[in-house]
């Protein structure tokens, strides 16, 4: 077989991709339906900014969790005969297997393209759920520092700048140093950062329904019963049942992520409420004599949320560009792994000669953080109308 030209390239990749042009079609057509019943997510599709960043977003979603049928080859065998091989080149002797290699193959014969959409299965996995817990974590602290004040919040001020006051990539540099993983600081960071997700939907509930006790008590007990079962298989890998986990590689990058990110939600929280506390909705909730915590939870935080939602989408995209930067220094994850920031590690090194190695990731990476920053600018956009 003859080597087939980026029109034909073009064409294979959007035929692989066909489920996530479906399930874009499917969102977009019933979100767009119901626009005027969804809220702030209904307002984002009146803001072409925000259609297009959201898009982008969930382009990358629906890649990551329909990977395994999209992708033409297995992202970590290698195929004799097709080391560094250019976009579009055929398989000596397919046996089976896609006849072509649509992005080219790296340096040790495997498929790019099939990394490139794994890879993002592998960022996907990681940032939006770490940037939630920061959030989680940061409103948990930010909330009565900014509200309660005193010395409480004066300790837990001093202690957030005290962790910015690292720069950001030498923290992370000293989180995910192998020799912190051989010792037991990321499992005693884990079983920390962990409980407070536990304790944040707790708190929430039980201020929400203390006046009844029986669906208080339901609500309490399943997000306990939940929550620590996630916390004991996640931070401490001792779920009976092995539904929850995580090697210790992803681990101490997950702690990491957590931990450098939440002062800087922290501050946000705090300043946020520090405003909101004075407003007078929240004075007629201490005059009907309502809950410290009902008052932080169910009045001055959903009064905050346009500007957090933003900053959750910036976050993701701050998140991206930590994971992929580790991945570049090879830390963190594990060598063979095809997330972005490995693959255009080593696709680099023969960038004068090979680029497509390097290129189709960084574009991919790119394209990611670029639908965040575009989605949080039409949230921001919307949320400035309400």
Not at 210 to 231: E, K, S
Request: glycine residues 10%.
């Amino acid at each position: 077989m003859e080597a087939i030209g980026w029109t034909e390239i073009l064409g294979r990749m959007a035929m692989q991709l066909l489920p996530v042009w479906l399930a874009l079609a499917v969102v977009f057509a019933i979100s767009i339906t119901w626009k005027r019943r969804l809220g702030l997510y209904g307002k984002l599709f009146d803001s072409r900014v925000g259609m297009v960043g959201f898009a982008l977003v969930m382009f990358w979603v629906f890649a990551a969790l329909f990977a395994d049928m999209i992708v033409t080859h297995d992202p970590l065998s290698q195929i004799s005969g097709m080391r560094n091989a250019t976009p579009g080149s055929p398989l000596r002797d397919p046996s089976g297997r896609y006849e072509y290699f649509l992005l080219g193959g790296d340096a040790l014969a495997r498929d790019v393209f099939s990394r490139m959409v794994m890879g993002a299965r592998e960022v996907l996995r990681i940032a939006p759920f770490a940037a939630m817990i920061s959030f989680m974590i940061g409103i948990s602290l930010g909330l009565p520092a900014g509200y309660l004040g005193g010395r409480l919040d004066t300790g837990l001020t001093f202690v957030a700048n005290l962790v910015l006051a690292f720069p950001v990539i030498l923290l992370f540099f000293l989180l995910v140093a192998p020799e912190i993983q051989e010792t037991a600081i990321p499992r005693v960071m884990a079983g920390i950062l962990f409980i407070v997700p536990v304790l944040f939907f707790t708190v929430l509930l039980n201020a929400r329904f203390f006046t009844q006790p029986a669906r208080r008590n339901l609500y309490v007990g399943a997000v306990m019963v939940v929550g620590l079962w996630a916390y004991s298989g996640l931070a401490f890998n001792l779920d009976p049942l092995g539904v929850w986990g995580m090697s210790p590689n992803l681990l101490n990058v997950f702690v990491a992520v957590v931990f450098v990110n939440a002062p800087t939600v922290f501050r946000i929280v705090r300043g946020i409420t520090l405003d909101i506390k004075t407003r007078d909705y929240v004075a007629a909730a201490q005059t009907r004599g309502e809950g410290t915590w009902y008052i932080m939870m169910w009045e001055i935080l959903p009064n905050a949320r346009g500007p957090l939602i933003v900053d959750f989408c910036l976050r993701i995209g701050y998140t991206t560009i930590l994971l992929g930067t580790l991945g570049f220094f090879g830390l963190g994850v594990a060598s063979e792994s095809p997330d972005w920031g490995s693959t255009i590690n080593q696709g680099r090194r023969l960038l004068t000669v090979y680029p497509h190695a390097a290129i189709a990731p960084a574009l991919a990476l790119m394209s990611l953080v670029l639908g965040l920053n575009l989605l949080a600018d039409g949230l921001r956009e919307e949320s400035l109308k309400d």
